[in-house]
């Protein structure tokens, strides 16, 4: 059944708790609403502070959020965005409820994507699907050969629309309120890997202004130095301004985050870093969200010391967190293998769907 629903774009609020927000709030439940149905699990909520903070500042990145009502109530829901200093791809994020499934209602917010894409002059769409961590139904393998996700409605609607399953992400969770035996004996014995070549330093963001451009650095080598399949991934420029403006983002949406990096003595570069956020309720799930060693200095454990120097920093930060969360490409093996080394166990998945534009 198709209905002719129309399609208008929210105006953001100045605030979570201005008199015009409740448009955005109701955004903000189905999005969590949808992570958890998808994924069978509520680690990926954002509250509505996170999310508006992300969404308000346009200097990085610029997102549109389009939307569908029935009787007043929103329904569906689409934010489009894209980057304001790389060129080549949009992204977006559908977001239609199991019960408003197959009304039409997905297909007139894919389509609006595509047109903004278009618009826009941009060849590549790019969206990420959740699923759960195990299914017994049809499963979908990705071009890359590595992991399957489940066969979900939303899935096939994008590999009918031209879409390809580019990459899988695996999410897994590590248990902060276990005893921490693994991240210690892994702390001590890649200390002892990395040697005197490298030095720990460690901050609570915002980032000391010393070492703001080697943070920098650093982050940009994310979208270079990472597996991405065959996701069309432009090189990114950072600066201290672009890390000053991420953290105030992090900062305004009530955010925490810690960084451990392993700095490289001789050169003083940063050679490996990991970051860990919780939100402004320190009860709740903490996200990890970069990890990297960049490709020249692989070899010396990196990654394990900084993402055990972090875990065992974070207890002083949220003592009361109950697990860390985070996404690895299946291919990543050496990650993975570090994670499942400490602890980590498989939650859900996420699939990296790509479509090129004629």
């Known amino acids: 059944m198709n209905e002719t629903l129309p399609l208008e774009e929210l105006v953001l609020p100045a605030a979570v708790d201005a008199r015009d927000a409740a448009d955005f709030l109701a955004v903000v439940a189905l999005n969590n609403a949808v992570c958890a149905d ?14 508006l903070a992300g969404l308000r500042d346009t200097a990085d990145q610029i997102q549109r959020i389009f939307i569908v009502r029935d009787a007043g109530a929103i329904v569906g829901c689409v934010i489009v965005g ?36 278009r618009a826009l002059g941009r060849k590549v769409m790019q969206t990420w699907t959740l699923h759960p961590g195990r299914t017994d139904g049809p499963t979908i393998t990705p071009t890359t050969g590595w992991g399957v996700v489940a066969d979900t409605p939303l899935a096939r609607l994008l590999a009918s629309a031209g879409f390809a399953l580019e990459q899988v992400e695996r999410n897994s969770a590590f248990d902060l309120q276990a005893p921490m035996d693994a991240v210690r004996a892994g702390f001590e014995q890649s200390s002892i890997a990395a040697g005197e070549d490298y030095r720990l330093v460690e901050w609570t963001i915002p980032t000391p202004p010393e070492l703001q451009e080697g943070y920098a650095w650093a982050l940009s080598r994310m979208s270079t130095d990472v597996p991405a399949g065959a996701l069309e991934v432009d090189e990114e420029t950072w600066d201290a301004a672009r890390v000053e403006r991420r953290e105030a983002r992090l900062l305004e949406g009530g955010q925490t985050m810690s960084v451990v990096a392993a700095q490289h003595v001789t050169t003083g570069r940063l050679a490996a870093f990991n970051e860990l956020v919780i939100g402004a309720d320190r009860t709740e799930v903490t996200h990890q969200f970069c990890t990297l060693v960049l490709h020249e200095h692989r070899g010396h454990r990196l990654g394990m010391l900084v993402k055990c120097a972090n875990l065992l920093r974070w207890h002083a930060v949220a003592p009361e967190s109950p697990r860390v969360s985070t996404f690895n490409a299946e291919e990543n093996r050496p990650m993975l293998a570090i994670n499942e080394a400490l602890g980590f166990v498989s939650v859900s998945h996420a699939g990296a769907w790509q479509k090129k534009l004629d």
């Open 82 to 117: 894209h980057a304001t200093a790389e060129p080549t791809s949009t992204q977006f994020d559908l977001m239609v409820l199991p019960q408003n499934w197959g009304r039409g209602i997905e297909d007139a917010l894919l389509a609006r994507a595509e047109e903004e894409t």
């Open 38 to 51: 998808d994924a069978g699990t509520d680690d990926l909520s954002q509250t509505p502070a996170e999310l």
